[in-house]
């Protein structure tokens, strides 16, 4: 047990590190690329790395198994990934990291809506406050004013209730299938989605080859790819797997520190009002699952 709990910690800081450094990855991405190649080139990266695991175990797999998994892949990663890189055209990366700590929320919201789970007061006040918190960070900059408000915090705010469902489905229905399968596989049937939209429905190619720091930008993205989708998915889904849901989801509240400090030393800012969100932000997230992780 103490082995375990060690390495769940271990897990759970590395976790942090490489994920808390994704959003400015995906800002660097963005210099060259549009937010659709952006996701379409991180996913394909990530369903590559992992072909030479996803494919032999593809035989050992049920059609039951293999419709999660699809499912798995499009709320764990697919549209993920494309409303990340949405939501940082006009969101610093540091905020996007704070509001990626909603998914513990999301956990414990899905928890309720499809799989039984019960929502306490405490838990149901932390809810509120994190939600208030988005709501400030919204409006920081804005003057108060509802015109000002920035509506691109919402597709973060989508993408963690992805992976609240993601979380959930793993826990719940993907308990006899490891880790690394769950994340090869899944990625697997997202990577020709991918590759598709990139070649059909965008200038990858064309950007690649000719716009300034083309190459550059598209290393940052396959790094983001294959370091915080593949790897980092295989480690999250085993956490998962060996200690609670909202244990995992606690990656999050350790997320906004490292993308906080990659932003400010890329040259971000925060005024009062989002100091403010993020403070809300993550009090109420640690109030609704302190005593359930």
């Known amino acids: 047990m103490k082995n375990q709990n060690a390495l769940a910690?271990?897990?759970?800081?590395?976790?942090a590190l490489i994920w808390g450094t994704s959003f400015i990855l995906i800002k660097k991405g963005l210099v060259v690329y549009s937010p659709g190649e952006v996701g379409a080139i991180r996913i394909l990266a990530a369903s590559l790395f992992l072909?030479?695991?996803?494919?032999?175990k593809l035989r050992k797999l049920t059609a039951r198994q293999m419709k999660l998994l699809f499912v798995i892949g499009m709320v764990g990663s697919f549209i993920p990934a494309f409303l990340f890189a949405i939501a940082q055209t006009r969101l610093d990366s540091g905020i996007t990291?704070?509001?990626n700590g909603l998914t513990p929320v999301f956990v414990l919201i899905m928890g309720a809506m499809f799989f039984a789970q019960k929502i306490t007061r405490a838990a149901g006040i932390g809810v509120t406050l994190a939600f208030g918190g988005t709501a400030l960070l919204m409006l920081a900059g804005s003057g108060g004013r509802l015109s000002?408000?920035?509506?691109?915090?919402?597709?973060?705010?989508?993408?963690?209730?992805?992976?609240?469902v993601n979380v959930n489905v793993i826990k719940y229905y993907l308990k006899?299938?490891?880790?690394l399968v769950i994340t090869?596989?899944?990625?697997?049937?997202?990577g020709p989605l991918a590759g598709a939209y990139l070649l059909y429905g965008t200038d990858f190619a064309n950007k690649l080859a000719t716009a300034p720091g083309g190459f550059k930008a598209a290393g940052y993205v396959v790094l983001l790819g294959v370091m915080s989708t593949a790897v980092a998915l295989i480690m999250f889904n085993k956490l998962v797997k060996?200690?609670?849901p909202l244990f995992a989801s606690f990656v999050?509240?350790?997320?906004?520190?490292?993308a906080l400090g990659w932003g400010i030393y890329d040259g971000e800012t925060l005024v009062a009002g989002q100091v403010a969100g993020i403070v809300a932000v993550l009090i109420g997230v640690f109030i609704s699952n302190r005593k359930r992780g």
């Open 9 to 15: 910690w271990t897990i759970l800081i590395v976790l």
């Open 51 to 56: 072909v030479p695991i996803s494919i032999p």
């Open 97 to 99: 990291g704070v509001l």
């Open 148 to 164: 000002g408000l920035n509506y691109y915090a919402l597709f973060v705010v989508l993408a963690t209730m992805c992976y609240g």
């Open 176 to 179: 006899e299938i490891n880790a």
């Open 184 to 190: 090869s596989v899944s990625l697997l049937f997202m």
């Open 242 to 244: 060996i200690k609670t």
């Open 252 to 258: 999050t509240y350790l997320i906004p520190i490292v």
